[in-house]
């Protein structure tokens, strides 16, 4: 059985033409499946019947396993995805006034180990599939609409979610293969139909790898810089004594030929008395002088065992003072979905939590003997 969630645009006209399928065809079952969230062959009204039968017997529209699925105060929405072997992974949806976020994850865990990241603590598990990555926005699209899910844009007409950002668990660019394929759905208009601009990737700065996403399918880029000097970036991103910050400057601003925007989003991590000091920010200023970029000051979020403690808020804000004199755009993130654990940084799925993984088992078996015992 091929799932379908797996096919990109193109394997999926692929996938028709093979059959000897009109490409008609299979835009229509990409909007049954992308645009209208449809995973029944048999409700497909406008296909052929034969094609329909055909369809139930080869193929599945199978998206995530829900695990878990926890609302926090502020309307932030955290789903805890299955991923096999005791291990799962997270997808989190922020409403703001004019739009829905969904930040989806790309791998269960992520071997490149920063330090102050709850995520890279736990390690590498597996690389998400195509279709587990685009299912989470299958997913909360579809679960969000059956819910009711109110907001301007979804009453005029438009699904729940608007804008996607890959900063959920694992390193987008370590899983290409299988992320790609998915970017490409986001953007088809026969799929999902988002602007390149509304769909963002955060990296750690894996640069050739920025390269060829520049080449094979440009979206907004975010890059996770942490730090305004080698030294210190090759402590808390590990990765950077591989790509030190010079190569990562200069893949920005060949990326930056391509973007769909035309500045890079900075992302930096408010560590107390480690990277938050008057000096950090004036080397910050001079590293980027030539990269057209906005910073984003992220406050850390402490996860139990973890060396750092997040900046006060008074120094957040002096350092953001500091790029801002400078002329440069600071924002500091807004914290959201604190009573669920659904900042960045807390995505910590269940890897290698066995206490939580227990939990979790169970309740996926008693999930699935409730389905059992309703049909
Ligand atoms: N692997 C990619 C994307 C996932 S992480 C990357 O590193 O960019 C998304 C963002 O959350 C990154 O900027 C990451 O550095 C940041 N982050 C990780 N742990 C955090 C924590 N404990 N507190 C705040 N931000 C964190
Ligand atoms: Fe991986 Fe990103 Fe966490 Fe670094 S910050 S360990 S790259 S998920």
């Known amino acids: 059985m091929t799932n379908l969630l797996d096919l990109a645009p193109d394997a ?3 996938y028709f033409a093979d059959r000897g399928e ?15 969230f ?24 199978q998206g995530p396993t829900v695990v878990r699925d926890t609302t926090a105060a502020d309307g932030t929405r955290k789903w805890l995805l299955d991923a096999g072997n005791g291990n799962a992974v997270e997808s989190v949806y922020i409403p703001e006034d004019d739009r829905g976020t969904l930040c989806i994850s790309s791998q269960a865990g992520c071997a490149l180990d920063c330090a102050f990241c709850a995520t890279g603590k736990q390690g590498f598990n597996r690389n998400l599939t195509t279709a587990e990555i685009i299912g989470q926005l299958w997913h909360a699209n579809r679960m969000l609409i059956a819910d009711g899910a109110t907001g301007p844009w979804i009453e005029h007409g438009r699904p729940p979610i608007t804008n996607v950002v890959m900063m959920g668990m694992g ?9 790609v394929p998915a970017l490409e759905l986001m953007l088809d208009d026969n799929a ?39 030294a210190l970036r090759d402590r808390l991103v590990p990765i950077n004594r591989k790509h030190p910050l010079a190569d990562l400057m200069a893949a920005c601003l060949r990326y930056l030929e391509r973007a769909p925007r ?15 000091q008057p000096q950090h920010a004036a080397e910050l200023i001079a590293l980027t002088r030539d990269v057209p970029c906005k910073f984003n000051l992220i406050p850390f979020n402490p996860f139990p065992g973890t060396e750092f403690a997040v900046t006060p808020r008074a120094r957040i804000v002096d350092f953001q ?12 993130r ?42």
Request: hydrophobic residues 45%; aromatic residues 6%; positive net charge.
């Open 334 to 375: 807004k914290t959201r979905g604190d009573d669920i654990d659904a900042a960045c940084g807390q995505l910590a799925g269940q890897v290698q939590d066995r206490t939580k993984r227990r939990l979790a088992t169970r309740i996926v078996s008693v999930a699935a003997h409730a389905t059992r015992t309703a049909h």
């Open 12 to 14: 999926l006209t692929g």
């Open 192 to 230: 999902y139909g988002l602007s390149r601009r509304r769909v963002t990737l955060s990296t750690s700065g894996l640069v050739p790898v920025i390269d060829r996403l520049r080449d094979a399918c440009p979206v907004a880029l975010a890059v996770s810089l942490h730090a305004p000097n080698d």
């Open 321 to 332: 003072k500091a790029l801002q004199d400078a002329g440069r755009v600071a924002t500091i």
């Open 262 to 276: 035309d500045f890079v989003t900075f992302e930096y991590v408010m560590l107390d008395g480690v990277n938050d």
């Open 171 to 179: 390193e987008p660019l370590a899983n290409f293969d299988n992320v």
């Open 22 to 36: 009109k490409p008609f065809h299979a835009r229509q079952v990409s909007r049954w499946i992308h645009q209208r």
């Open 38 to 61: 449809v995973a029944d062959f048999g409700a497909m009204s406008d296909l052929p019947r034969a094609l329909r039968e055909r369809f139930m017997a080869e193929a599945v529209v």
